[in-house]
């Protein structure tokens, strides 16, 4: 079994700034690309960051320049610095994760979820 734990959501004000956290745990063989999503009440869920395990990076054009991934592989863990907030990135983030549990098994996680508010 492997588990994703997410922490750092809240409520913040517009122009402030969050980090998220998501720690993989559990029968890992090796983590391949991590990342965020998040969701809107009425909305898909949406691609936020990604990371690969060699450290490249993809963003939704929507947080270019105000948000960074970054990961810990020592730690299985994946960060998100949320910087410049705005009331539109008011949603639930969850962490995704692409997991080996073994030399040939690859299976896609999902955190529970963390919501952040951002009041204007």
């Known amino acids: 079994q492997v588990q994703l734990a997410e922490s750092g959501g809240g409520l913040v004000q517009a122009g402030g700034s969050l980090r998220l956290s998501c720690a993989a745990s559990?029968?890992?063989?090796?983590?391949?690309?991590m990342g965020w999503y998040r969701q809107a009440p009425m909305k898909q869920r949406e691609l936020v960051a990604v990371i690969t395990s060699a450290g490249s990076t993809n963003y939704a054009d929507s947080v270019k320049g105000r948000f960074t991934i970054s990961r810990d592989n020592a730690k299985n863990t994946v960060y998100l610095q949320m910087n410049s907030l705005k009331p539109e990135d008011t949603a639930v983030y969850y962490c995704?994760?692409?997991?080996?549990?073994?030399?040939?098994?690859?299976?896609?996680?999902w955190g529970q979820g963390t919501q952040v508010t951002v009041s204007s």
């Open positions: 559990g029968s890992i063989f090796s983590i391949n690309s």
């Open positions: 995704n994760a692409e997991i080996y549990v073994n030399y040939f098994q690859k299976r896609t996680y």
